[in-house]
């Protein structure tokens, strides 16, 4: 008796680590989220599936505890007298006592295994489609290597935005989102918003997502598409309904006329850019590239490769080959004055 | 706590010599001839380099000790500590360089270097960061 006490106590102290590790899992939330963990979500559509994730972790982790237990009682516990060692001791081949202990293993696994079942089918299907009754906006998504083109559709054809990486919208509101593959396959995955869908060539895919509070969401492709896939991010700007109308509405004027020193600037950046970019309300009109109309109201470059800072964005536009090697914007070879100009203009693109 | 405050004195005193004493080592030092790079007096350089990081310096330097600035638009600014020249014009003193980096279009009108909008005791922990890269 009291040897076997010994030993439990023995494989207590081996088990205290172990359950030390579990708890820690369960204080990360309470740290600062990293940017794309999927254990913390925000909104209708994440809510369920953040909590489904949460439940079949911990059903895992108590099945994996009360195992080990058992492993370790049966390794430690002794059924027989010391010194009797004879096979009839087993008592699998005396009376199936041992196979009765199979049979309630198997059914409470079933029962556990069912349910998880029934929640996940049943989470799969609340968030399938996005809540009915409202008339979503819609955005249309193109993935590109090794960016997101996003065009905010709207009836009216003036109310058309196109824009690049940095998505805006209006908190409580479900946004259909419509993807397509420009080149190759990508992914469109905003962990804390919605789950993972693919942008296919020739395909459109419908998903949506909703944000309950503000804040600004990272998404990343998480479909390897190329040399720059990793440089291949953006962002899903969350704001109250009435700065999101505010954006819209600042985002779907063109560019202020360039002032007098800056048109200098603006004549290079037409004749340099203006074949793959656009800067609306100018005669820069390419489509290949981000629209640069207000790039100065994004905060990072090139799917969020770099923060916009004056730095970097001339830097980019200096060596665009050097920063992300690869991209579809060649290095132009600009002197440094006309650098100079072109991006000072740029900078006034607010 | 008398003697305390004799100790603390004490050394407040030695403190004040020793600092004399680099000045002074200082002062002789540059009046032998050029020290390219003195340090700059009251910088951080821990900040100066977190300042080189978020600004973006590195798009277009290669600069050692900040991580991915890997550019290829300017000079590379090792050594800096050590180097003679400032933009091939001005000589490399701490006063040059920080006006260097406040307005870099003022001292070069028209090259690559952009205005990045730096406040003086920015520029001075930057300054204080470059300094180290000996
Ligand atoms: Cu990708």
């Known amino acids: ?24 899992l369960f204080a990360l939330p309470a740290r600062a989220a990293p940017p794309l963990t999927y254990m913390i979500g925000d909104g209708p559509k994440a809510y369920p599936v953040v909590s489904l994730t949460w439940g079949l972790l911990i059903i895992s982790l108590i099945v994996i505890t009360i195992m080990t237990v058992l492993v370790c009682l049966g390794a430690v516990h002794r059924r027989s007298p010391r010194g009797d060692l004879s096979i009839e001791a087993v008592p699998l081949l005396h009376g199936g006592a041992g196979l009765r ?5 198997v059914v409470i696994t079933g029962i556990v295994l069912f349910g998880s079942l029934i929640w996940t089918m049943a989470v799969l299907a609340r968030v399938s489609n996005p809540p009915a009754g409202k008339s979503p906006l819609t955005i249309e998504i193109t993935g590109q290597q090794w960016w997101w083109k996003a065009r905010y559709l709207s009836a009216d054809p003036s109310k058309v935005l196109t824009t690049a990486d940095e998505f805006h919208i209006p908190v409580g509101q479900p946004v259909r989102v419509k993807l397509i593959g420009a080149d190759v396959i990508h992914n469109f995955w905003v962990p804390a918003l919605t789950g993972k869908m693919q942008a296919i060539p020739g395909k459109i895919n419908e998903t949506w997502l909703e944000a309950s509070k503000p804040g600004r969401y990272r998404g990343q492709c998480t479909e390897y598409c190329g040399w720059q896939h990793a440089h291949m991010a953006f ?3 969350a704001d109250p309904p009435d700065v999101f109308q ?29 074949l793959c970019h656009t800067v609306r309300g100018t005669l820069a009109g390419g489509t290949v590239a981000p629209d640069l109309t207000h790039v100065m109201s994004r905060e990072t ?3 969020g490769t770099l923060p916009n800072t004056p730095g970097n964005l001339v830097g980019w536009v200096a060596n665009p080959q050097s920063i992300k090697p690869g991209n579809n914007m060649p290095d132009l070879f600009l002197s440094g004055p006309d650098l100079t100009d072109i991006t000072t203009y740029l900078r006034t693109l607010k | 706590m008398f003697r305390l405050r004799v100790l603390g004195q004490l050394l407040r005193a030695s403190g004040a010599i020793r600092i004399a004493a680099v000045a002074a080592s200082t002062f002789w030092l540059a009046g032998c001839g050029p020290v390219a790079g003195a340090s700059v007096p009251g910088g951080d350089s821990a900040h100066g380099a977190k300042l080189i990081g978020h600004l973006g310096c590195g798009a277009c ?3 050692p000790g900040i991580s991915q600035a890997e550019g290829l638009v300017g000079p590379p600014l090792d050594h800096f500590g050590r180097r003679m020249i400032i933009a091939g014009l001005l000589p490399n003193t701490p006063e040059n360089l920080e006006a260097w980096l406040e307005n870099p279009q003022a001292i070069v009108p028209g090259n690559a270097m952009p205005n990045m909008e730096l406040k003086k005791d920015e520029a001075r922990d930057i300054a204080t960061y470059l300094y180290t890269l000996r």
Do not use: Y
């Open chain 1, 235 to 237: 962002f899903v700007v």
């Open chain 2, 61 to 63: 330097h290669i600069i």
């Open chain 1, 101 to 105: 202990w199979v049979g309630f293993g």
């Open chain 1, 246 to 274: 505010a954006w819209l509405t600042k985002q779907l004027e063109p560019a202020a006329p360039a002032s007098a020193q800056d048109q200098h600037g603006q004549q290079l950046f037409q004749q340099h850019c203006g």
């Open chain 1, 1 to 24: 008796m009291n040897a076997i006490n010994r030993d439990t106590r023995r494989a207590s102290r081996a088990l205290a680590p172990l359950a030390f590790g579990i708890l820690s």
């Open chain 1, 301 to 303: 470059l090139a799917a």
